[in-house]
């Protein structure tokens, strides 16, 4: 299976977990990754830093967009904060244009786009290019469709990917053959404490990851949100929001997917995807095996970082 993963990593560590869990699974070629949100290009010399940690140094990176399409704004990546990332890693801002030329070569080999950031390199696409995602499979984390018991009582506005730039948002839903995997669903994957361990023993990519989890846990206060909540593990670090998209596009039995109609409707200053007869035909992941996707992970990034 040919996968291109676009990524708004180096901020939320999720897309870095995302990414580990890619490069673990057999069968799975990733054919190219260009970054979202990257302004100066500091996402994508973390990705590379990432791939070059587990050996996978032939895999093309591409810098994208670096601005939301709706309101012009940046959003910068973590920065020097050493608990996360290494000091001296080197920026790589790519040419206008040169993530949508990595995407629609990926597109025509057949890959199936998994999209862990904002939607922005994908819209922009479609707008240059229009029918190229028509021809694609994608599958995207973001869209606000209910939430379960036990879990935190947010909202839409914590839905970064769709809200940071709704008009990309509504392109993508528009046009795209389109799987969609609402955050509330993703609650229900978690990285905890217990996990740190296996992680710094599997090899570099998972010492850095360990590193950044345990930063993440302590400065969001994680473990005190998982206390809080019944459907939440007492050592909670962080949701695997990203991990869980690629799972669905791998089409992985413990990831329930849905067929049904959606419309993308703008309310109270959010979007919100609607369920409805009138909306575009859309699968949704609908429910996740929790624990099976914890040991599902863990084992792909040992996989990961396995010589040969």
């Not at 990593?9 to 673990?24: K, T, V």
Request: hydrophobic letters at 45%.
């Amino acid at each position: 299976m040919l996968v291109h993963l676009d990524t708004d990593l180096g901020g939320d560590i999720d897309d870095a977990c995302a990414l580990a869990f890619l490069l673990g699974q057999p069968g799975v070629q990733l054919a190219g990754v260009t970054t979202v949100a990257d302004r100066a290009g500091l996402r994508a010399g973390y990705t590379r830093h990432c791939l070059d940690l587990a050996g996978r140094g032939g895999v093309p990176v591409i810098a994208g967009a670096g601005l939301s399409m709706t309101t012009l704004r940046v959003a910068e990546p973590v920065i020097d904060d050493e608990r996360y990332w290494p000091g001296g890693l080197a920026c790589r801002p790519a040419p206008a244009g040169a993530a949508l030329d990595l995407l629609q070569r990926n597109i025509e080999r057949g890959a199936t786009l998994v999209a862990i950031g904002p939607w922005t390199n994908l819209a922009l696409l479609e707008v240059a290019r229009p029918g190229s995602l028509s021809r694609a499979s994608v599958v995207a984390t973001g869209g606000w469709t209910g939430l379960g018991a036990g879990l935190p009582a947010w909202g839409p506005d914590m839905d970064f990917n769709v809200q940071w730039d709704s008009r990309a948002a509504e392109i993508v839903a528009a046009t795209a053959d389109l799987t969609l995997v609402p955050l509330p669903v993703t609650l229900k994957a978690h990285l905890r404490a217990a996990d740190l361990p296996r992680l710094r023993a599997s090899g570099p990519l998972g010492e850095l990851l360990a590193r950044q989890g345990a930063a993440h846990g302590r400065d969001y206060r994680m473990a005190e949100l998982g206390r809080l909540h019944a459907g939440l593990p007492d050592d909670l670090i962080n949701f695997q929001y990203d991990a869980v998209a690629c799972a669905v596009a791998l089409g992985w039995p413990g990831a329930i997917v849905e067929q049904t109609r959606l419309a993308f409707v703008y309310e109270r200053g959010f979007v919100r995807f609607r369920p409805g007869p009138a909306g575009r035909p859309t699968r949704v992941l609908a429910d996740l095996d929790s624990a099976g996707f914890a040991d599902y992970w863990l084992t792909a990034v040992e996989a990961a970082q396995r010589p040969g």
